[in-house]
């Protein structure tokens, strides 16, 4: 176990945002966190982070609870990945991944050779180390987001959230990005993501958290939880799962009632 979230609330001026949300996690897991806008995933993930202590119920990180945990502690066991943006500062990628190593000196310190040498593996165990030199602001977004993960791993925390690392990228960088979380996952680090995505979820997933109104919906693996009538919670749509060769697909009801046939034709070419 990496992190046990026990009946976990929060409130905004007496707004709950989270009631009791309750899930754990093991190393080398992926966990998807699902749900609309609103819902309390980047109030979940601020409360795990240590920026709001106030909550009620538990957050353990490796078995100590979170809020008792110092910064410069907490920062060594979980790291937290941004969604790939522009920066107003025309920082070299080095220095954006060097940004990981800080927790790890003083504080009136500069990083040094070995905080350079842990910022050049970080690039090398996604495969970016050729963009070292390269500016941060002029990288594509697929790019920014490996850096922003080598800055992650430069940190040396275990557990990584991740806030939509996919948002914002084409098909490819989504996929490449997707293929380089779960690489991740086998190198034994435990990640938490948000998304938007379902189906990136239950193709790369290990277990996924869905919430509505700042409550768990369903926890488990995507098999036992996805459904028709949990999409349908979430996302107030019509979505089918539609198994076939290529894995389970889900297919939204892109036409009304009226016009059942090319929904029908849909179905049936997929299942071939």
Partial sequence: ??????????????????????????????????????????????????FHRHYRGSILVQGREARTLNSRKLSSDVAYIPQSHGHAFNYSVLDMVLMGTTSSI???????????????????????EHL???????????????????????????????????????YGNQTRILQQIRLLADYGYTVLLSSHNPQQALWYADNILA??????????????????????????IDIALVHSDYGTLLAPQLFGDHDTSRGEKLHATMDR
């Fill in 106 to 128: 003083n504080p009136l310190s500069v990083p040094g050779k070995r905080q350079e040498e842990t910022a050049y593996d970080a690039l090398a165990r996604i495969g970016a």
């Fill in 132 to 170: 070292a030199g390269c500016s941060f602001s002029h990288l594509s977004g697929g790019e920014q987001q490996l850096v922003l993960i080598a800055r992650a791993l430069a940190q040396k925390a275990k557990i990584l959230l991740m806030d939509e690392p996919t948002s914002n990228l084409d």
């Fill in 211 to 236: 919430m509505e109104d700042g409550s768990v919906v369903a926890f488990g693996s995507p098999n036992d939880v996805m459904n028709s009538n949990l999409l349908k919670t979430l996302y107030g």
């Fill in 1 to 50: 176990m990496t992190l046990m979230v026990r009946n976990l609330s929060f409130a905004y001026s007496f707004r709950d945002i989270l009631k009791n949300v309750s899930f754990q996690t093991s190393q080398g897991e992926i966990l998807a966190v699902l749900g609309p806008n609103g819902v309390g995933k980047t109030t979940l993930f601020r409360c795990i982070l240590g």
